[in-house]
């Protein structure tokens, strides 16, 4: 009898919680790739048809939307719409970073870059076998950046959750892994007990000098504000 393969990502965060996500395979992703890759070609169709009424005088303006969709297109679903482009929203797929926090506009950058070296040397062989190779279904691209694809739910990253809380700036430079203590906690304090979370939020709040909010909710504000809501 095969062995099931093991699809889940766990992440246990300093603070001593636990996250995991249902990583997503091939398929999914493939299918998720050609409605992106139809809604492109769709707004290209349509931008020709323009450009060949007006006698080619919007040749250029082509060219600069292919460029824009072919390359700002993912990144912009990536980092501005939580991860989900409208083919990985179809199918509940989401791109976060290894530690399950939303992808930055860096890593996001690197991983669709690196799509030129998956695509090789046709129909995203490199990208295929790297996924069918590694643990977590990641291509290239995934691997560089640090990212996964996974299958999005509750648990995941959802800016409605933080929706009464006030964005606060951190009062000095946040290494890392302090930021990414802020996000988890932001994203999942929902998981713990009220107690739980005031230990935890003191313990992230001691290593702020200089400020006298609420705990929880200073550590959530810090954590709103490192997901870009400033």
Known sequence: MSEKIDTMHLVETPEGTDLHAEVAGVVPRALAYGIDFLVRMGILFILGLVVTFTGGKLGGLWLLVFFLLEWG????????????????????LRVVSEDLTPIKFGPSVVRNLLRTADIFPFLYIFGVISMAVTTRFQRLGDLAAKSLVIY???Q???????????????TIPLSEDLQTAFINFAL???????????????????????????????VRGVGKWLLGAK
């Not at 990144?75 to 991860?83: P, Q």
């Not at 929902?190 to 001691?206: K, T, V």
């Open 156 to 170: 995941r990253y959802n800016m409605t959750a933080l929706s009464d809380v006030t964005p606060i700036a951190p």
């Open 188 to 218: 999942n304090r929902g998981n713990l007990s009220q107690s739980r979370q005031l230990e935890i939020a003191e313990i992230i709040q001691a290593k702020i000098p200089n400020h006298n909010h609420e705990p929880v909710s200073y």
């Open 73 to 92: 297109y993912p990144v912009f679903y990536e980092v501005y719409r939580d991860g989900q482009s409208i083919g990985k929203r179809a199918f509940n």
């Open 152 to 154: 999005d739910d509750n």
